[in-house]
């Protein structure tokens, strides 16, 4: 007989059923690493990291006593003058979670980066998100302030300039998620900047920076958030980093009947106390196989 479980929206559905040939169906949450913010040189505004890609399902059929790839990406590391373009993966089984684009640069290495969800413009291109997956970061504005990276919830919002306050914009929403048995609001964009101006980080991302010159704020570690902006006060200032992504996480819930387990090691794995009849897991960093018993 299928066993019923509660799935984060409160709908009841068949879930944890195990066949004759040694399966269990499961639910998982799956985010990747955050993008790491925009760096400023002899320039103001940057824009903020993308989120991490973020992919959730209530229903994955795997076999017991198999080993599967479980990776954690970190987050895109904060550098003053360039960075990767794209935080690291995560991955658990069939699944893979895009990191988040990297925010764009004012000066040198302007582009924005492509990820799970998209970097802010900082005075070049938008990064794109990929659909399922997170959103495009926001548009930077001429001579004002850095675009918001893209969030799994919604797009980064554009900075604003002349006419009116210099401003960064907001990192796009982070995506609400009851896997644990409460909702957690995981994978927000970070905030765009502009020097000397106040700015906000959207969702769970990062702040960019908050005066002039100053580094962006990092974005919050195991829920894949974007990096703030850097910002600095025009020609000598800087180079200031941006913030650091946020690293990401697997969180996977199963019948409390079965056990996890990380043959080799490599893992950091947190499984509390079965409650309801379920087991919850959280992965929060390393890279290693886990198995089903």
Excluded: W
Aim: glycine share 34%.
């Amino acid at each position: 007989m299928p066993v019923l479980g509660t799935i984060g929206s409160g709908a009841s559905r068949a879930f944890g059923f195990t066949s004759g040939k040694g399966k269990i169906n499961l639910e998982y949450l799956v985010i990747a690493g955050g993008g790491a913010g925009g760096a400023v040189f002899n320039a103001f505004t940057a824009g903020g990291g993308g989120a991490g890609g973020h992919l959730s399902s209530p229903s994955l059929e795997l076999f017991l006593g198999t080993p599967y790839t479980v990776t954690v990406g970190a987050g895109g590391a904060s550098e003053p003058s360039g960075g990767t373009p794209l935080a690291p993966d995560s991955v658990f089984a069939t699944v893979t979670a895009k990191g988040g684009g990297r925010g764009g640069f004012a000066s040198f290495n302007p582009l924005a980066g492509n990820g799970g969800s998209g970097g802010g413009q900082a005075d070049n291109n938008i990064g794109t998100g990929i659909p399922g997956q997170g959103n495009d970061g926001g548009a930077g504005s001429v001579l004002g302030g850095g675009g918001g990276g893209g969030g799994a919830a919604g797009a980064g919002s554009a900075g604003s300039g002349n006419p009116g306050p210099r401003t960064g914009g907001n990192g796009g929403p982070g995506e609400d998620n009851s896997i644990t048995g409460s909702a957690v609001t995981r994978a927000g964009g970070g905030g765009g900047a502009y020097g000397g101006v106040a700015n906000g980080g959207g969702g769970t991302g990062g702040p960019g920076g908050n005066g002039a010159p100053a580094q962006g704020t990092s974005g919050a570690a195991n829920l894949g958030a974007g990096g703030g902006g850097g910002s600095g006060n025009g020609p000598g200032s800087g180079p200031n980093a941006g913030g650091s992504g946020g690293s990401g996480i697997v969180i996977v819930k199963y019948p409390d009947t079965f056990t996890i387990s990380n043959p080799g090691g490599g893992l950091t794995i947190s499984t509390p106390g079965a409650s309801g009849g379920f087991k919850v897991s959280s992965i929060t960093a390393g890279t290693g196989n886990v198995e089903f018993s």
